[in-house]
Nanobody, 119 residues
Framework: QVQLAESGGGLVQAGGSLRLSCTASGRTFITYAMAWFRQAEGKEREFIAA????????GYADSVKGRVAISRDIAKNTMYLQMNTLKSEDTAVYYCALTTKTTGDYDYWGQGTQVIVSS
């Protein structure tokens, strides 16, 4: 089993920056990739970015490309999401997820951290 814990959410003004963290614990050696998703109120969950654990290969959703950066620290079993030039439409609950498979089917999810961008 793997447990995920997000942190770093909060209230930020439009145009500001925020860095989210997600720390994994448990059987983390089985990690293939981790990712960030978000879900705004009344909307479906949306993929933001993903990072392959061993070689840090990354991918981003077009909606955030250029404004966010995903990274990871293997020694700390922690993944980060640096978000810049935040907009009101970035307001959502942000979730981290982990997959043990190459198919992109995420097995484990965190509880989420709320990000509110005020305009």
């Amino acid at each position: 089993q793997v447990q995920l814990a997000e942190s770093g959410g909060g209230l930020v003004q439009a145009g500001g920056s925020l860095r989210l963290s997600c720390t994994a614990s448990g059987r983390t050696f089985i990690t293939y990739a981790m990712a960030w998703f978000r879900q705004a109120e009344g909307k479906e969950r949306e993929f933001i970015a993903a990072i392959r654990w061993m070689d840090a290969d990354v991918g981003y959703a077009d909606s955030v490309k250029g404004r966010v950066a995903i990274s990871r620290d293997i020694a700390k079993n922690t993944m980060y999401l640096q978000m810049n030039t935040l907009k009101s439409e970035d307001t959502a609950v942000y979730y981290c997820a982990l997959t043990t498979k190459t198919t992109g089917d995420y097995d484990y999810w965190g509880q989420g951290t709320q990000v509110i961008v005020s305009s």
